[in-house]
Protein backbone atom coordinates (compact mmCIF):
# COMPACT_ATOMS: atom_id res chain seq x y z
CA UNK A 1 0.00 0.00 0.00
CA UNK A 2 2.81 2.67 1.25
CA UNK A 3 4.40 1.85 -2.34
CA UNK A 4 1.42 2.60 -4.63
CA UNK A 5 0.82 5.58 -2.50
CA UNK A 6 4.32 7.09 -2.81
CA UNK A 7 3.97 6.40 -7.25
CA UNK A 8 0.68 8.05 -6.87
CA UNK A 9 2.17 10.97 -5.10
CA UNK A 10 4.97 10.86 -7.96
CA UNK A 11 1.98 10.57 -11.11
CA UNK A 12 0.32 13.50 -9.29
CA UNK A 13 3.90 15.26 -9.46
CA UNK A 14 4.22 14.32 -13.17
CA UNK A 15 0.71 15.57 -13.73
CA UNK A 16 1.15 19.09 -12.44
CA UNK A 17 4.43 19.79 -14.15
CA UNK A 18 2.55 18.45 -17.47
CA UNK A 19 -0.33 20.57 -16.79
CA UNK A 20 2.00 24.10 -16.45
CA UNK A 21 4.23 22.48 -20.01
CA UNK A 22 0.36 22.12 -21.54
CA UNK A 23 -0.52 25.40 -20.66
CA UNK A 24 2.18 27.00 -23.12
CA UNK A 25 0.37 25.20 -25.99
CA UNK A 26 -3.22 25.87 -25.26
CA UNK A 27 -5.55 26.05 -28.14
CA UNK A 28 -3.04 25.19 -30.80
CA UNK A 29 -2.82 21.79 -32.73
CA UNK A 30 -1.76 19.65 -29.19
CA UNK A 31 -4.91 20.59 -27.93
CA UNK A 32 -6.82 16.89 -29.14
CA UNK A 33 -3.08 15.12 -28.13
CA UNK A 34 -3.69 17.17 -24.75
CA UNK A 35 -7.29 16.20 -24.36
CA UNK A 36 -6.67 12.25 -24.77
CA UNK A 37 -3.16 12.88 -22.36
CA UNK A 38 -5.55 14.27 -19.66
CA UNK A 39 -7.73 11.60 -19.78
CA UNK A 40 -5.02 8.93 -20.20
CA UNK A 41 -3.56 10.77 -16.96
CA UNK A 42 -7.04 10.49 -15.36
CA UNK A 43 -7.13 6.86 -16.09
CA UNK A 44 -4.06 5.97 -14.38
CA UNK A 45 -4.65 7.98 -10.97
CA UNK A 46 -8.06 6.01 -10.66
CA UNK A 47 -6.56 3.01 -10.91
CA UNK A 48 -3.99 3.48 -8.17
CA UNK A 49 -6.12 5.06 -6.38
CA UNK A 50 -8.38 1.99 -6.28
CA UNK A 51 -5.24 -0.44 -6.23
CA UNK A 52 -3.98 1.31 -3.04
CA UNK A 53 -7.65 1.26 -1.40
CA UNK A 54 -8.29 4.93 -2.17
CA UNK A 55 -11.49 6.31 -0.89
CA UNK A 56 -13.49 9.11 -2.28
CA UNK A 57 -15.35 11.84 -0.21
CA UNK A 58 -18.73 10.70 -0.85
CA UNK A 59 -19.36 14.92 -0.81
CA UNK A 60 -17.22 15.45 -3.54
CA UNK A 61 -17.84 12.63 -5.46
CA UNK A 62 -21.60 13.10 -5.57
CA UNK A 63 -21.23 16.94 -6.78
CA UNK A 64 -18.61 16.31 -9.29
CA UNK A 65 -20.77 12.88 -10.54
CA UNK A 66 -23.68 14.97 -10.98
CA UNK A 67 -22.24 18.04 -12.41
CA UNK A 68 -20.56 15.54 -15.53
CA UNK A 69 -24.40 14.48 -15.28
CA UNK A 70 -25.99 17.22 -15.67
CA UNK A 71 -23.57 18.76 -18.52
CA UNK A 72 -23.49 15.29 -20.69
CA UNK A 73 -27.51 15.47 -20.31
CA UNK A 74 -27.07 18.70 -21.84
CA UNK A 75 -24.90 18.20 -24.08
CA UNK A 76 -27.29 15.47 -25.42
CA UNK A 77 -30.73 17.37 -25.24
CA UNK A 78 -29.79 21.20 -25.12
CA UNK A 79 -26.12 22.76 -26.09
CA UNK A 80 -24.99 22.83 -29.65
CA UNK A 81 -21.83 22.40 -28.59
CA UNK A 82 -19.20 21.42 -25.54
CA UNK A 83 -16.66 24.37 -25.62
CA UNK A 84 -16.19 24.53 -21.97
CA UNK A 85 -15.59 20.24 -21.55
CA UNK A 86 -11.92 21.26 -20.01
CA UNK A 87 -13.74 22.37 -16.73
CA UNK A 88 -15.40 18.88 -16.52
CA UNK A 89 -12.06 17.00 -17.10
CA UNK A 90 -10.37 18.95 -14.58
CA UNK A 91 -13.25 18.49 -12.20
CA UNK A 92 -12.77 14.79 -11.81
CA UNK A 93 -8.91 15.12 -11.85
CA UNK A 94 -9.29 17.16 -8.45
CA UNK A 95 -11.64 15.10 -7.42
CA UNK A 96 -8.98 11.97 -7.81
CA UNK A 97 -6.02 14.24 -5.67
CA UNK A 98 -8.02 15.51 -3.29
CA UNK A 99 -9.43 13.07 -2.06
CA UNK A 100 -6.00 11.09 -2.25
CA UNK A 101 -4.68 14.21 -0.67
CA UNK A 102 -7.17 14.18 2.55
CA UNK A 103 -7.33 10.04 3.16
CA UNK A 104 -3.15 10.18 3.36
CA UNK A 105 -3.24 13.91 5.05
CA UNK A 106 -0.58 15.50 2.67
CA UNK A 107 -0.45 18.09 0.36
CA UNK A 108 1.00 17.02 -3.02
CA UNK A 109 -0.17 20.22 -4.88
CA UNK A 110 1.12 22.85 -2.44
CA UNK A 111 4.62 21.08 -2.27
CA UNK A 112 4.95 20.72 -6.47
CA UNK A 113 3.77 24.46 -6.38
CA UNK A 114 6.57 25.08 -3.96
CA UNK A 115 8.96 23.41 -6.58
CA UNK A 116 6.80 25.44 -9.61
CA UNK A 117 6.60 28.81 -8.13
CA UNK A 118 10.50 29.51 -8.05
CA UNK A 119 10.82 28.40 -11.37
CA UNK A 120 8.47 30.09 -13.32
CA UNK A 121 9.71 33.24 -11.22
CA UNK A 122 13.19 32.53 -12.58
CA UNK A 123 11.86 32.25 -16.50
CA UNK A 124 9.66 35.00 -16.08
CA UNK A 125 12.40 37.41 -14.39
CA UNK A 126 15.39 36.42 -17.08
CA UNK A 127 11.86 37.06 -19.70
CA UNK A 128 11.54 40.72 -18.29
CA UNK A 129 14.83 41.71 -17.83
CA UNK A 130 16.08 40.39 -21.53
CA UNK A 131 12.62 41.92 -23.26
CA UNK A 132 12.58 38.60 -25.12
CA UNK A 133 10.84 35.50 -25.23
CA UNK A 134 11.75 32.07 -24.34
CA UNK A 135 9.92 30.87 -27.48
CA UNK A 136 6.92 32.13 -29.79
CA UNK A 137 4.13 30.45 -30.90
CA UNK A 138 1.84 31.09 -33.84
CA UNK A 139 -1.97 30.60 -34.08
CA UNK A 140 -4.09 30.82 -37.18
CA UNK A 141 -1.65 32.81 -39.50
CA UNK A 142 -0.36 35.55 -35.86
CA UNK A 143 2.70 35.25 -34.13
CA UNK A 144 2.45 35.34 -30.34
CA UNK A 145 5.27 37.09 -29.30
CA UNK A 146 6.54 40.34 -27.38
CA UNK A 147 4.68 43.04 -29.24
CA UNK A 148 1.25 41.24 -29.90
CA UNK A 149 1.05 40.80 -25.72
CA UNK A 150 1.87 44.51 -25.14
CA UNK A 151 -1.59 44.83 -27.25
CA UNK A 152 0.17 48.67 -28.99
CA UNK A 153 1.24 49.52 -25.68
CA UNK A 154 5.00 49.70 -25.24
CA UNK A 155 5.05 47.90 -22.34
CA UNK A 156 6.82 44.12 -22.44
CA UNK A 157 4.75 41.42 -20.43
CA UNK A 158 6.26 37.97 -19.64
CA UNK A 159 4.77 35.16 -19.83
CA UNK A 160 7.63 32.32 -18.43
CA UNK A 161 6.43 28.70 -19.67
CA UNK A 162 2.84 29.93 -20.83
CA UNK A 163 0.87 30.69 -23.43
CA UNK A 164 0.37 33.85 -22.51
CA UNK A 165 1.28 36.95 -19.76
CA UNK A 166 -2.58 36.28 -18.46
CA UNK A 167 -1.97 32.57 -18.23
CA UNK A 168 0.77 33.49 -15.97
CA UNK A 169 -1.11 35.63 -14.38
CA UNK A 170 -3.72 33.31 -13.47
CA UNK A 171 -1.20 31.22 -12.09
CA UNK A 172 0.48 33.40 -9.80
CA UNK A 173 -3.29 34.17 -8.13
CA UNK A 174 -4.15 30.10 -8.17
CA UNK A 175 -0.58 29.36 -6.41
CA UNK A 176 -0.57 32.34 -4.06
CA UNK A 177 -4.12 30.97 -2.82
CA UNK A 178 -2.61 27.56 -3.14
CA UNK A 179 0.27 28.51 -0.05
CA UNK A 180 -1.17 31.23 1.25
CA UNK A 181 -0.30 29.43 4.56
CA UNK A 182 3.33 30.01 3.72
CA UNK A 183 5.42 33.39 4.26
CA UNK A 184 7.12 33.11 1.04
CA UNK A 185 5.47 31.46 -2.20
CA UNK A 186 2.94 34.19 -2.06
CA UNK A 187 5.69 36.95 -2.58
CA UNK A 188 7.01 35.14 -5.12
CA UNK A 189 4.08 34.72 -7.10
CA UNK A 190 3.37 38.39 -6.55
CA UNK A 191 6.46 39.16 -7.96
CA UNK A 192 5.94 36.44 -10.69
CA UNK A 193 3.06 38.84 -11.12
CA UNK A 194 4.56 41.82 -11.58
CA UNK A 195 6.79 40.74 -14.95
CA UNK A 196 3.25 39.52 -16.51
CA UNK A 197 1.81 43.31 -15.85
CA UNK A 198 -1.63 41.54 -15.58
CA UNK A 199 -3.87 44.90 -13.15
CA UNK A 200 -5.74 41.48 -12.14
CA UNK A 201 -2.54 39.39 -11.18
CA UNK A 202 -0.59 42.51 -9.35
CA UNK A 203 -3.39 43.31 -7.72
CA UNK A 204 -4.66 40.08 -6.45
CA UNK A 205 -1.27 38.64 -5.10
CA UNK A 206 -0.65 42.15 -3.42
CA UNK A 207 -3.65 41.83 -1.86
CA UNK A 208 -3.15 38.22 -1.05
CA UNK A 209 0.24 39.43 0.33
CA UNK A 210 -1.25 42.08 2.49
CA UNK A 211 -4.13 40.26 3.87
CA UNK A 212 -1.77 37.23 4.78
CA UNK A 213 0.81 39.54 6.57
CA UNK A 214 -2.22 41.54 8.56
CA UNK A 215 -4.11 38.45 9.15
CA UNK A 216 -0.80 36.20 9.94
CA UNK A 217 1.68 38.13 11.43
CA UNK A 218 3.29 41.15 13.75
CA UNK A 219 4.41 44.79 11.94
CA UNK A 220 7.82 43.83 12.55
CA UNK A 221 7.54 40.41 10.04
CA UNK A 222 5.20 42.37 7.75
CA UNK A 223 7.89 44.94 7.19
CA UNK A 224 10.25 41.98 6.08
CA UNK A 225 8.12 39.94 3.92
CA UNK A 226 7.04 43.05 2.20
CA UNK A 227 10.55 44.33 1.66
CA UNK A 228 11.21 42.02 -1.67
CA UNK A 229 8.22 43.19 -3.23
CA UNK A 230 9.17 47.32 -2.48
CA UNK A 231 13.00 46.31 -3.83
CA UNK A 232 11.40 44.29 -6.66
CA UNK A 233 8.96 47.57 -7.44
CA UNK A 234 12.05 49.78 -7.24
CA UNK A 235 14.37 47.16 -9.72
CA UNK A 236 11.91 46.93 -12.09
CA UNK A 237 11.29 50.32 -12.33
CA UNK A 238 14.49 51.45 -14.51
CA UNK A 239 13.32 48.30 -16.80
CA UNK A 240 9.72 48.82 -17.07
CA UNK A 241 7.90 52.33 -15.51
CA UNK A 242 4.67 51.31 -15.73
CA UNK A 243 4.23 48.56 -13.60
CA UNK A 244 2.48 50.79 -10.79
CA UNK A 245 0.55 52.67 -13.76
CA UNK A 246 -1.38 49.61 -14.73
CA UNK A 247 -2.37 48.82 -11.42
CA UNK A 248 -4.08 52.40 -11.07
CA UNK A 249 -5.31 51.94 -14.52
CA UNK A 250 -7.49 49.04 -13.40
CA UNK A 251 -10.02 51.56 -11.68
CA UNK A 252 -9.95 54.12 -14.32
CA UNK A 253 -12.89 53.58 -16.24
CA UNK A 254 -11.41 56.25 -19.13
CA UNK A 255 -8.30 53.69 -19.91
CA UNK A 256 -9.20 52.03 -23.35
CA UNK A 257 -8.23 48.11 -22.42
CA UNK A 258 -10.88 48.92 -19.97
CA UNK A 259 -13.62 50.20 -21.97
CA UNK A 260 -13.02 47.54 -24.08
CA UNK A 261 -13.26 44.81 -21.36
CA UNK A 262 -16.52 46.63 -20.33
CA UNK A 263 -17.58 46.08 -24.53
CA UNK A 264 -17.39 42.84 -24.38
CA UNK A 265 -19.09 41.99 -21.25
CA UNK A 266 -22.16 44.67 -22.11
CA UNK A 267 -22.08 42.46 -25.76
CA UNK A 268 -22.39 39.02 -23.94
CA UNK A 269 -24.58 39.51 -21.30
CA UNK A 270 -26.70 41.09 -23.86
CA UNK A 271 -26.72 38.46 -26.05
CA UNK A 272 -27.46 35.52 -23.20
CA UNK A 273 -30.43 37.91 -22.10
CA UNK A 274 -31.69 37.10 -25.34
CA UNK A 275 -31.79 33.17 -24.41
CA UNK A 276 -34.96 31.48 -24.23
CA UNK A 277 -35.93 30.63 -21.15
CA UNK A 278 -34.65 27.02 -21.32
CA UNK A 279 -31.20 28.62 -22.48
CA UNK A 280 -31.09 30.85 -19.95
CA UNK A 281 -30.86 28.45 -17.06
CA UNK A 282 -28.64 25.78 -18.77
CA UNK A 283 -27.04 27.72 -21.44
CA UNK A 284 -26.28 26.89 -25.04
CA UNK A 285 -22.83 25.71 -25.05
CA UNK A 286 -20.98 26.73 -28.52
CA UNK A 287 -23.60 29.46 -29.39
CA UNK A 288 -21.82 32.04 -27.99
CA UNK A 289 -18.41 31.26 -29.96
CA UNK A 290 -20.68 30.53 -33.35
CA UNK A 291 -22.38 34.28 -33.24
CA UNK A 292 -19.15 36.32 -32.05
CA UNK A 293 -16.74 34.40 -34.19
CA UNK A 294 -14.83 33.37 -31.59
CA UNK A 295 -14.89 37.29 -29.67
CA UNK A 296 -13.81 37.15 -26.46
CA UNK A 297 -16.58 37.68 -23.12
CA UNK A 298 -13.64 38.92 -20.74
CA UNK A 299 -15.05 36.52 -17.60
CA UNK A 300 -15.32 33.51 -17.10
CA UNK A 301 -18.70 34.35 -15.22
CA UNK A 302 -20.40 35.39 -17.96
CA UNK A 303 -19.21 32.90 -20.23
CA UNK A 304 -20.38 30.22 -17.59
CA UNK A 305 -23.54 31.74 -17.73
CA UNK A 306 -23.60 31.26 -22.06
CA UNK A 307 -22.13 28.08 -21.99
CA UNK A 308 -23.92 26.38 -19.07
CA UNK A 309 -26.68 28.99 -18.04
CA UNK A 310 -27.56 30.35 -14.32
CA UNK A 311 -27.98 26.45 -13.23
CA UNK A 312 -24.22 25.93 -13.79
CA UNK A 313 -22.89 29.01 -12.74
CA UNK A 314 -25.17 28.06 -9.01
CA UNK A 315 -23.42 24.69 -9.72
CA UNK A 316 -19.76 26.22 -9.01
CA UNK A 317 -20.94 29.04 -6.65
CA UNK A 318 -22.55 26.32 -3.78
CA UNK A 319 -19.16 25.18 -3.22
CA UNK A 320 -17.26 28.21 -3.35
CA UNK A 321 -20.35 29.49 -0.97
CA UNK A 322 -19.67 27.30 1.03
CA UNK A 323 -15.72 27.28 1.42
CA UNK A 324 -16.02 30.98 1.67
CA UNK A 325 -18.43 30.54 5.28
CA UNK A 326 -15.30 29.20 6.75
CA UNK A 327 -13.80 31.95 8.55
CA UNK A 328 -9.98 30.91 7.33
CA UNK A 329 -10.98 30.91 3.73
CA UNK A 330 -13.84 33.53 3.41
CA UNK A 331 -11.37 36.40 1.70
CA UNK A 332 -9.91 34.22 -0.68
CA UNK A 333 -13.03 32.41 -1.76
CA UNK A 334 -14.33 36.63 -2.45
CA UNK A 335 -11.19 36.84 -4.50
CA UNK A 336 -11.80 34.42 -6.45
CA UNK A 337 -15.31 35.43 -7.67
CA UNK A 338 -13.46 38.70 -8.52
CA UNK A 339 -11.12 37.25 -10.64
CA UNK A 340 -13.76 35.13 -12.21
CA UNK A 341 -15.67 38.36 -13.34
CA UNK A 342 -12.69 40.21 -14.76
CA UNK A 343 -11.26 37.48 -17.09
CA UNK A 344 -10.99 34.35 -17.89
CA UNK A 345 -9.96 32.85 -14.90
CA UNK A 346 -11.33 29.41 -14.27
CA UNK A 347 -10.86 28.32 -18.21
CA UNK A 348 -8.03 26.73 -19.73
CA UNK A 349 -6.20 23.24 -18.87
CA UNK A 350 -4.14 24.96 -15.90
CA UNK A 351 -6.05 27.36 -14.11
CA UNK A 352 -9.84 24.67 -14.93
CA UNK A 353 -8.04 22.25 -12.85
CA UNK A 354 -6.00 24.84 -10.03
CA UNK A 355 -9.53 26.46 -9.68
CA UNK A 356 -11.59 23.11 -8.99
CA UNK A 357 -8.38 21.44 -7.04
CA UNK A 358 -9.19 24.83 -4.56
CA UNK A 359 -13.01 24.52 -5.14
CA UNK A 360 -13.13 20.93 -3.76
CA UNK A 361 -10.28 20.84 -1.38
CA UNK A 362 -11.30 23.90 0.68
CA UNK A 363 -15.16 23.35 0.72
CA UNK A 364 -14.05 19.44 2.13
CA UNK A 365 -11.66 20.63 4.31
CA UNK A 366 -14.27 23.26 5.75
CA UNK A 367 -16.74 20.23 5.88
CA UNK A 368 -14.06 18.73 7.96
CA UNK A 369 -13.53 21.31 10.48
CA UNK A 370 -17.02 21.73 10.98
CA UNK A 371 -17.18 17.57 11.67
CA UNK A 372 -14.30 18.21 14.38
CA UNK A 373 -15.93 20.89 15.63
CA UNK A 374 -19.30 19.42 16.04
CA UNK A 375 -17.76 16.59 17.67
CA UNK A 376 -15.81 17.97 20.23
CA UNK A 377 -19.00 20.42 20.71
CA UNK A 378 -21.24 16.99 21.27
CA UNK A 379 -18.43 15.35 23.28
CA UNK A 380 -18.45 18.16 25.99
CA UNK A 381 -22.49 18.08 27.07
Aim: aromatic share 16%; charged share 15%; hydrophobic share 55%.
Amino acid sequence: MAGLNKIMTYVIYGFLAFVVLLSSFADTVFSAASTASYAAIFLILVFISYASGGRYNKYALLYVMFLITAAACCYALIWNGFDHYILYVSALLALVVVSFEQQHGVNVVEKALRVLIPIVLLLAVFEFVTESYLFVLEKEGSVLDEKLFAGGGDLFRAKASFYGPLTLGKFCILAAIITRKNNVFPVLCLLASITTQSRTAMGLCLVIVLYNSLHNDNFKTILLKLGGPILAFLLFFPVEQISMDRIASGVDVTDNTNAARAFYWITSIQYYLTYDLLYLIFGNSGDWASYSDGAPTESAVIYTLLEGGAFLLLLLLIPLVRAGLDREFWFYAVLIFIAGNVNMFFYGRMSSFFFMYVLLSEWMAKRERDKVGYTAADRSR
